[in-house]
Nanobody, 117 residues
Framework: QVQLVESGGGLVQAGGSLRLSCTAS????????MGWYRQAPGKQRELVAS???????NYADSFKGRFTISKDSAKNTVYLQMDSLKPEDTAVYYC???????????WGQGTQVSVSF
């Protein structure tokens, strides 16, 4: 099993930035990719970005340019730097891990990001 713990969510004004962190523990050797998804109220969960073990990144088109995913392999931690935040970015952000580019085998508990006008 793999456990994922997110942190870094919160309330920010439009135009501001936040950095989310997700640390994996347990059978981390079984993970080939980690990523971030988000779910806004009344909407389906959607992929934001993912990163593979070798550092290759994958972004949903909507987030290219404003969000940046990175990792610290030594800490088993993935980050999501979110800049130029908009009120429509308000959502619960989930960390995920797995064996494919859009990982979904393991999930964190989610962290709330709220962007005010």
């Amino acid at each position: 099993q793999v456990q994922l713990v997110e942190s870094g969510g919160g309330l920010v004004q439009a135009g501001g930035s936040l950095r989310l962190s997700c640390t994996a523990s347990g059978r981390t050797f079984s993970i080939d990719a980690m990523g971030w998804y988000r779910q806004a109220p009344g909407k389906q969960r959607e992929l934001v970005a993912s990163i593979t073990r070798d550092g290759s990144t994958n972004y949903a088109d909507s987030f290219k340019g404003r969000f940046t995913i990175s990792k610290d392999s030594a800490k088993n931690t993935v980050y999501l730097q979110m800049d130029s935040l908009k009120p429509e970015d308000t959502a619960v952000y989930y960390c995920a891990a797995g064996r494919v580019v859009q990982p979904s085998d393991y999930w964190g508990q989610g962290t709330q990001v709220s962007v005010s006008f």
